[in-house]
């Protein structure tokens, strides 16, 4: 999209130029940033679905417990796919005879916080979120040294999650935890050397 805007920037955010767009079966497919980053689809989607079901009381997280478990010990473990089960849920992905779901859309995370356990759920649990990615900022410690090198590049894991990552789902939050002990094991293996 940058590449085609060069002349005229805005229109990578606004979706103007006739070279960011898609004929598709007749349909045009917008590239624009921001229709791109817009998370009011996915919001409104999860609004509906509680009126339409009440709140899911955890069963949209409960495969994130799952999660915790590693396949060596569990092999049969299912695949953790929150979003193609949002996706089929609201009924924009249907499966497949092999079992697979056509499409994923993400919740994010104050919409599933809310999918699962309401206003409260939303207001306690972007509390926990903050604290979570907090705790995980103030470990990486990047700025006491430059030689730092595993805190630096745990930092701007955290401010490109921070960016773009947050819009997703919880899965996030695993996704996060097994980067920083990742990021953990290294630095502790590169203080034996």
């Known amino acids: 999209m940058l590449k085609n805007s060069r002349s005229n920037f805005i ?18 497919k917008s590239h624009a940033l921001l229709d791109r980053s817009a998370n009011l689809a996915q919001l409104t989607n999860v609004v509906k679905l509680v009126k339409q079901n009440g709140f899911y009381k955890g069963k949209a997280s409960a495969p994130l417990v799952a999660a915790l478990i590693p396949r060596f010990l569990w092999p049969d473990k299912p695949k953790i796919a929150l979003g193609s089960w949002f996706a089929l849920e609201i009924g924009a992905a249907y499966k497949a005879d092999d079992g697979r779901i056509n499409n994923s859309i993400n919740m994010t995370i104050p919409g599933e916080l809310y ?27 990047f700025y006491l040294s430059e030689y730092n090198l595993i805190g630096i590049i745990f ?36 203080q034996f050397i």
């Open 11 to 28: 229109d990578v955010f606004k979706g103007e130029n006739k070279n960011m767009e898609d004929e598709i079966e007749g349909e045009q």
């Open 115 to 141: 999918l699962d356990f309401g206003w409260v759920g939303l207001a306690l649990g972007s509390l926990l979120m903050g604290m979570f990615v907090a705790a995980f900022w103030n470990s990486a410690k």
């Open 155 to 190: 930092g701007g894991y955290l401010l490109y999650a921070g960016f773009l990552n947050f819009g997703a789902d919880l899965q996030v939050v695993l996704t996060m935890t097994s980067t920083y002990l990742s990021f953990w094991a290294v630095k502790k293996l590169l």
